[in-house]
């Protein structure tokens, strides 16, 4: 037996990593300095988009998004269901109404079809917009969603939080990186530690369109700015105007720094993490439990490796005698208490209930090793026998 524990997802944290940090704290900029601007330039660079705004955290990143978008209390938004729930409380944040839309069976992804139908069923300019949820780092088909936002008027953002290196094949056989911009709005991405750049906390939001880009910038730190171009008036080199009600939601430069380390592996975390879930789906064929289908037409960044059972508490349970501490992803958002209180209630959405039941998320990160996958393999094997 293994002694240490097996997280279902963790850090990998370098000693590159840790002299860039101590590299920031030497310089002039904790925070509010260059460091952050490069970090946005080398986000941007990578995922294939033309601006890239750091921000505190992926929730913070969310927030600021359907700000950009003008929700309000008169906007209805719709998500998934299956997701943290950042997703749905960005538009709450806002003062929109959330409408969940079922799942697709196969992919656990929001069912275009389905949100087709809610939407044809309200009067034609009831909804505003979709946030799409790249989950467990399979890449939502945006091209698709993109034509029924545009039939309908509608904004998408893609909540990218886990799909940071993934991407999908278009119809004209191209590459689409998750957050490029080519067809949501604005993508946002988290850099909490189990996920593929880890900054501690951390968030950035991609985008194509200059003027949500400038908006964000605003929002970002209080509403305020001293760009020259934008002030009502001018008193001299201090002067600075609060134009809108923004947050401070800024990101320092340690982690900028950080997180400027971490993507220069991103390839690898990504190969690595490919790898694994590779072993574990050839390791699970003869094993009664259902495994999501691998993604043929892209790459599947594998933020999370999920697996179905209907003894998935006994599992859960199994596992954790063996240092093994595997994660369920997630509740579904429509029965938390909150969104209960708005009218939703078990039944509803019957594809995405019946995958909670049964999901499990099994530990995959780009610094487990060998002999501990192996050990948590010999370990589901062994329960099921």
Known sequence: MISKTIPYGKQDITEEDIQQVITILKSDFLTQGPTIELFEKKFAEYVGCNYAVAVVNGTAALHLST????????????????????????????????????????????????????????????????????????????????????????????????????????????????????FADLSVFSFHPVKHIATGEGGMITTNQKELYEKLILLRTHGITKNPTQLTKNDGGWYQEMQVLGFNYRIP???????????????????????????????????????????????????LYIIQTKKRKELYDFLRTKNIFSQVHYVPAHLMPYYQQFGWKKGDLPVAENYYDQCLSLPIYSSLQIEEQDYVIENVKLFFK
């Open 253 to 303: 430069d340690i982690l900028a720094g950080l997180g400027i380390s971490q993507l220069s592996r991103i390839e690898n975390n990504i190969k690595q993490r490919n790898e694994i879930a590779k072993k574990y789906n050839d390791a699970f064929k003869n094993v009664d439990i259902r495994l999501l289908p691998s993604f043929e037409k892209g790459r599947h960044a594998y933020h």
């Open 67 to 182: 700000l950009a978008l003008n929700v309000n209390e008169s906007s209805h938004v719709i998500t998934t269901p299956i997701t943290f729930v950042a997703s749905a409380n960005c538009v709450r944040y806002a003062g929109g109404t959330v409408h969940f839309s079922d799942v697709k069976e196969n992919t656990i992804l929001l069912d275009i079809e389905k949100t087709r139908k809610l939407i044809e069923s309200k009067p034609n300019g009831f909804f505003n917009g979709i946030v799409v949820v790249d989950f467990a780092g399979y890449p939502v088909n945006l091209e698709e969603y993109r034509k029924l936002a545009d039939e309908y008027g509608l904004w998408i953002i893609e909540d990218a939080c886990h799909s940071v290196g993934g991407y999908f094949i278009d119809s004209k056989g191209q590459k689409q990186y998750c957050g490029n911009g080519n």
